[in-house]
């Protein structure tokens, strides 16, 4: 899997709670790109917790629909605003592990109207969480003044699912 290139870091007003590095109050995401998929690996924190050891709904929800925006953005090298999002909580995401993995696909494009699959994995590869996000997308030309359209690129060299969990230090 090879990292995919923020292309928004050094760019005045950007501070997303999703994956902004800078904004020390968000989930700091970042993604690589595997065959079709858009990939996350993070490591939960009690902040961000609801019940002991859980980590809220709200967050995962916002983990989710951030990787299936890349897919938006690096995948379709478009831009998108989230009209609906269903999401089926099958399991607890529990705090108290090295880290959790996000993954996002596209599943169909109608239009401008991208349907992306997503899902929370444990460190062990349960599925705990899955969702199906849509998205209203914008090319370069129609996209508006707040959802610009910035091409993403992979940078680096391939790295192994272990060499990715080391640079996170698990």
């Not at 904004?23 to 902040?47: A, S």
């Not at 991208?114 to 899955?130: F, P, T």
Request: proline content about 4%.
């Amino acid at each position: 899997m090879r990292l995919i290139k923020n292309p928004w870091i050094g760019v005045e007003g950007y501070h997303c709670f999703g994956c902004c590095p800078d904004n020390h109050f968000g989930v700091q995401m970042q993604f690589y790109e595997e065959g079709n998929d858009v990939v996350c690996f993070w490591r939960p924190k009690e902040h961000y917790q609801s019940w002991e050891n859980t980590l809220h709904g709200g967050v995962q929800s916002v983990l989710l629909d951030e990787i299936c925006g890349w897919v938006v953005f690096h995948k379709l090298q478009s831009s998108g605003v989230t009209a609906k999002m269903e999401t089926r909580f099958r399991k607890p995401v529990v705090i108290r592990q090295d880290y959790i993995e996000l993954r996002a696909r596209l599943r169909e494009m109608k239009r401008n109207i991208a349907v992306v699959d997503g899902e929370i994995k444990s460190a062990q590869g349960e599925i705990l969480v899955e969702c199906t996000c849509t998205y209203f997308t914008f090319d370069a030309a129609h996209a508006p003044a707040e959802v610009p359209c910035r091409p993403t690129e992979l940078i680096g060299e391939d790295l192994t699912r272990e060499e990715v969990l080391t640079t996170l230090g698990v």
